[in-house]
C-alpha cells in the first residue's frame, strides 16, 4: 500500500494530537512540522523521532515546509484560525493538497481566493469538519437519503458549549479568546452546519441562500473573570463583545430554514442540539429520538436506539470506526481517513473547497448581520452557479451527500 | 360571596366549554349568551337553563349581548379570531371588563385601538393566555424570581403540534385554516410568548425591540389532503401561504433575545419546546431537566423533578389547580380565576391591555418580516414609554411578573 506523505503546521493542543494520531496511520509517513514557537516544534520532531527513529524536518516558519521538495503529497494546517487560509492557498499553488482544522475565515474575499486557487491549480483542500462523520449525524443522513423525514423542511443545531474558561486563557495557546473578545458573530457554527448542509445537499443541488443573527447581551465571560479571580484580574474590566448566545437563520435556496446557536459563555452541558425535519418525521438530537409517521404509534417519540441497527450509517458499520476511543468518538478518524483516501487516490475531498469557503464565511455574514441590527443579507455563491448541477462527490471515496456502501472496500488497511 | 355576572359570546368548541366551566362555578352568572350561529346560541341557553332551572337571554347578535343592561361587569369572547378586538372594545365602551381568547390582531391599528380604548375607559381587558398558567411555566417563573437562572439572556418556545387536520377543515367551525391559506406568519405565538414575556418583565422595565420571521416552504398540508382524501378532495390543489416552519427571533429592550418556532403541518408530538437561559444555568422544556450552577455537578442534566418540591409556584401549591383534571389540567381554570379576580375587585387584569396588545401584535409583524425577506420589523411601544417605569401588578392578584403567595387568601372559594 502507498505511503502518503504529508506534513503539519500548527502544534498547539490539537495540532500536536493530530501529529500523534498521523504517527499511528502505518500508511503516512509525516516529512515534515512546523509551529511558529520552537519548542512546540521540537517537540513535534521528537515526536517523529520517537516514531521514525530517525530526525524530521522541522521549522517555525510555515513557508520553509510549504515550499519544501521532500515528496510530500498534503499538509495537516492545525495553526490559529486567522492563518488557515493562507497557508492553505500556498500549499495548494505548490500542488499539495490542503487539510485545515475548523474555524471562520478573516474575510469573504479569503473564502473566494481559497475557490480561485482551487479553480486555477486544480488542488482540492478540506476543511476537516469532523461533526460531519459522527455516529449520530451518519445515522441520520442514511435515514434522510433513504427518506424516512420525507422532503425535508427545516434543520437546527449548535455549538453549545461552556468555554467561559478562554476568558483566563489569553495565552499564545488560545486565539478563540481574542475573538470573543472582539467579534459579535456567529464564531463556531461549522461543527452543527456542516452536517446539515450534508443532509440539505448544499452546494449539490442546494444552497444557502441568506442569513440573519441575533446576539444577547455579552455577560457570562465578565461574570466568570469577576466570580473566579476576583476584580484585579486582567479582563475583569474586559468588554467582551460575542453576545452570550448567538441564534442565526439561514434560508435555503430549496426552501428549507436552518437554526443555529452559538453558546459558549454560560454554564451548561454540551450539546449540538441537533434538529432535522420533514414532511414525514423528525429527529432531536437533546432527547436522542424520532417520531417517523408510519413507524411512531401516536404523537409520541421513539427512542433512537431503535433505528441504530437498522439505520447505522455504512461506514460505521464497516470500518473500526466505532472501536476508535480517542478522537471524540472516532469522527476524527473518519475525518482524517477522508482526507487521506482523496490524497491517495487524487480525487476530490469529500467537503470540498467550495462547502469549506460557504462553511467559512457564515462566521462574516453573521457578524455583518449583527452589525446591521439583524439585517438579512445573502450568502455568495461560491460555486457561480454550479450547484444547480453538481452531482455529489466520486463514489469511490464515502460522498457526504450520498449513501455509498462500496468505501474502502479492501484497499486501504486500518 | 359577590356574584360576577358575565355574558359569553362565541359557543363553538372551546366557547361551549367554556360555558360549561363558568356555569360550574359558583360565584358566576351567566347572564346571557351569544353566537352568530343559531343551533349553537341555543345549545348554550340550553345549557343555563339546565343549571339555573330558568331562561336565559341569548341572541345571534353580539352588539345585543354586549349592549344588554343586564348588571354584567364581564364578557367572555370566544369568537373567531378576526372578532375579538372589536367585541372587546364594545364591551370596555360599555364598561365591561373584556376577556378573550388566543389569537392574532388583524392589523396593528386594531393593537392600538384596543389600548386608546382601554386609556379612554379605563375599562381593563385580558387575552385569555392559559400557558402563562401552566404548571411547569409557573414553576420556572419562581425560580427566575428567585434567582435560579442569574441574568436572564434568551428564552425560547413554540406552538409545536400536528394540526394537520385543519386542511379539512374549511367549515364554520375552524377559522384557523383560512389564515393557513392566505397568510405567512408566526400566527399562533402566545401560548409559549406569554409565558416568556412574563420570564423577562416584558412591559414592566422591558419590552420587544424587534423581530423577524423566515418560513420553509409549504408542503405538509396539501401532502395531507392528497395523501389522505385524494386528489379530488376540494384542496387537493389548495396554494396554502402559511411556510410549514415558522422561526421568529426578537431582541429585548434589555438584550436578551428569543426564538418561537411555530411548526403545525408535521407529523410530530406536541411541544412548546419552552428554553430559558441565563448567566447561572438553563431550562429544556423537552428534557424536563435543568442544569444550575452551584446545584448542578457536573457538565449535565437533573430531572425536573428534583426541584418540583422547592420551587413549585405558590399559586399551584395553594389552589386546587392540580386537582382540575379539565382544561389543560388546571391552567385554564387559573387563567379565568385570574381575570374573575380582577373583576370582583375592579382591578387591573393580570395581563393587560398592553401584554394583549404586544401579544396579538407578533402574527402581523412576522408576516410584515417574512413577506420582505426576513427584513427586521420593529414592534410598537404600546406603553408609549411607559414600560420603563412599570411595576408589575397588584399584589392583590396574583401577578405574573413576581411571585407573592398572599393571593386568594380566604376570600374565594374554590
Known amino acids: 500500500m502507498k505511503t502518503i506523505k504529508m506534513s503539519i503546521i500548527g502544534l498547539g493542543g490539537r495540532g500536536t494530537w493530530w501529529l500523534g494520531e498521523l504517527l499511528k496511520m502505518e500508511d503516512v509517513e509525516i516529512t515534515a512540522v512546523c509551529d511558529k514557537f520552537e519548542d512546540r516544534m521540537e517537540r513535534g520532531r521528537k515526536m517523529c523521532e520517537d516514531r521514525y527513529g530517525r530526525d524530521v524536518y522541522g521549522s517555525t516558519k510555515w513557508q520553509d515546509v510549504v515550499n519544501r521538495d521532500d515528496g510530500s503529497e498534503a499538509v495537516m494546517i492545525t495553526t490559529y484560525w486567522n492563518d488557515h487560509v493562507k497557508i492553505a492557498i500556498a500549499a495548494m499553488k505548490k500542488g499539495k493538497y490542503a487539510a485545515f482544522e475548523v474555524g471562520p475565515a478573516q474575510s469573504i474575499r479569503q473564502c473566494w ?4 486557487t482551487y479553480e486555477e491549480t486544480g488542488v482540492p483542500c478540506m ?13 441520520v443522513l442514511n435515514m434522510i437519503k433513504k427518506g424516512l423525514f420525507g422532503e425535508l423542511l427545516h434543520c437546527q443545531g449548535g455549538y ?6 478562554v476568558a483566563n486563557s489569553f495565552s499564545r495557546d488560545h486565539e478563540r479568546a481574542w475573538h470573543y473578545l472582539h467579534r459579535n458573530a456567529e464564531l463556531y457554527p461549522t461543527h452543527e452546519l456542516g452536517p446539515i448542509m450534508t443532509y440539505l445537499d448544499i452546494n449539490r443541488g442546494n444552497r444557502l441562500m441568506s442569513l440573519n443573527s441575533m446576539a444577547t447581551k455579552s455577560r457570562g465571560l465578565k461574570k466568570y473573570v469577576n466570580d473566579k479571580f476576583g476584580p484585579d484580574h486582567p479582563f475583569a474590566d474586559a468588554d467582551f463583545r460575542l453576545g452570550d448566545i448567538v441564534t442565526t437563520t439561514i434560508r435555503c435556496a430549496n426552501g428549507e430554514t436552518i437554526v443555529l446557536t452559538h453558546d459558549t459563555s454560560s454554564p451548561r452541558p454540551y450539546s449540538r442540539g441537533g434538529r ?8 432531536m438530537e437533546d432527547l436522542h429520538a424520532l417520531h417517523i409517521e408510519g413507524r411512531t404509534s401516536g404523537e409520541v417519540w421513539e427512542p433512537m436506539e431503535k433505528y441504530w441497527e437498522e439505520f447505522e450509517h455504512p461506514l460505521w458499520k464497516k470500518t473500526k470506526a466505532a472501536d476508535f476511543t480517542g478522537g471524540h468518538g472516532g469522527m476524527d478518524w473518519l475525518v482524517m481517513r477522508a482526507f487521506l483516501e482523496a490524497v491517495r487516490r487524487k480525487i476530490q475531498t469529500p467537503i470540498d473547497v467550495y462547502d469549506s469557503a460557504t462553511l467559512m464565511a457564515v462566521a462574516l455574514l453573521s457578524e455583518e448581520s449583527i452589525s446591521m441590527g439583524s439585517a438579512t443579507v445573502a450568502i455568495p455563491d461560491f460555486t457561480d452557479g454550479m450547484w444547480i448541477k453538481r452531482e455529489p462527490g466520486p463514489k469511490s471515496i464515502f460522498s457526504l451527500s450520498e449513501v455509498d456502501d462500496s468505501i474502502f472496500e479492501g484497499d486501504v488497511e486500518f
Open 276 to 283: 432535522v425535519q420533514g414532511t414525514c418525521g423528525l429527529w
Open 160 to 165: 453549545q458549549h461552556d468555554l467561559r474558561g
Open 113 to 116: 481566493d481559497l475557490v480561485r
Open 127 to 139: 476543511l476537516m469538519e469532523n461533526c460531519c462523520y459522527n455516529r449520530e449525524e451518519m445515522t
